[in-house]
């Protein structure tokens, strides 16, 4: 498994800010993913965060909205720009190590945004 | 693409009794992996059972087995013995087998959850 860690917890923002979502993994992975899961929903993925190059959106997120960086293979951010209520969601980062098809995901605990 | 339905949004067991979580799943392909996940109140997701489509052998981890059946498309999840920590929104995720470099190809699809209770 590895230990991942997001800062903040939690969050209420206005809209109209941004707000940087940050993802510290305990050791080195191959694969990042960002996801959002709004109110009562189930998960939905925003897009893998690719080292040392641009991240990988899923069809309706786009980077001007949800800018990732992955600087290395410990670290990676998401902010999410230009807020709206709409945003409102828990959005969290995954990791896997090799990147392997039979690879389990492991989870960080969430971000809780509040958009205003 | 592939889809994932839970046709249970809740329910709810007696302590110590056991209960099955539904799952049925939508793919065109013969080689892939199925999970289950447990998202408690603190949201952490944490790994429940995996299971890979290719072993017909239904994997099971302490108290949680699962239940697979290939043709029927159905992956559901039995929790024996059900414990007070067991609460918690279950989710049933299916994930592809395809090539690395392709765009969500890595991907788990979930699905909406079911949201367990347990009775003391």
């Known amino acids: 498994s590895a230990v991942i860690s997001q800062k903040p917890s939690r969050d209420i923002c206005q809209r109209g800010t941004s707000l940087t979502i940050q993802c510290q993994v305990d050791s080195q992975v191959t694969m990042m993913f960002w996801y959002r899961q709004q109110p009562g929903q189930s998960l939905t993925l925003i897009a893998t965060?690719?080292?040392?190059?641009?991240?990988?959106?899923e069809s309706g997120f786009v980077i001007d909205k949800f800018p990732i960086s992955r600087p290395n293979l410990t670290f990676s951010t998401l902010t999410v720009s230009n807020m709206s209520p709409e945003d409102s969601s828990i959005y969290l980062c995954s990791v896997e190590r090799s990147g392997g098809p039979g690879e389990t995901q492991y989870f960080g605990p969430g971000t809780r945004l509040l958009v205003l | 693409a592939q889809t994932v339905t839970q046709s249970q949004p809740e329910m709810s067991v007696q302590e110590a009794e056991t209960v099955t979580l539904s799952c049925t799943y939508d793919t065109s392909e013969s080689d892939y992996y199925l999970f289950w996940y447990k998202q408690p109140p603190s949201r952490q997701m944490i790994l429940v059972i995996r299971?890979?489509?290719?072993?017909?052998q239904n994997a099971t981890e302490n108290r949680f087995s699962v239940n697979f059946q290939k043709a029927a498309k159905s992956f559901s999840l039995k929790i024996s013995d059900s414990q007070l920590g067991d609460a918690a929104m279950y989710f049933c995720?299916?994930?592809?087998?395809?090539?690395?470099?392709?765009?969500?190809?890595?991907?788990?699809?979930f699905g909406q959850g079911t949201r367990l209770t347990i009775n003391p």
């Open positions: 299971q890979e489509a290719y072993k017909q």
């Open positions: 965060a690719n080292q040392g190059s641009e991240a990988t959106y």
């Open positions: 995720a299916y994930r592809t087998t395809g090539p690395v470099t392709s765009q969500g190809a890595q991907k788990l699809v």
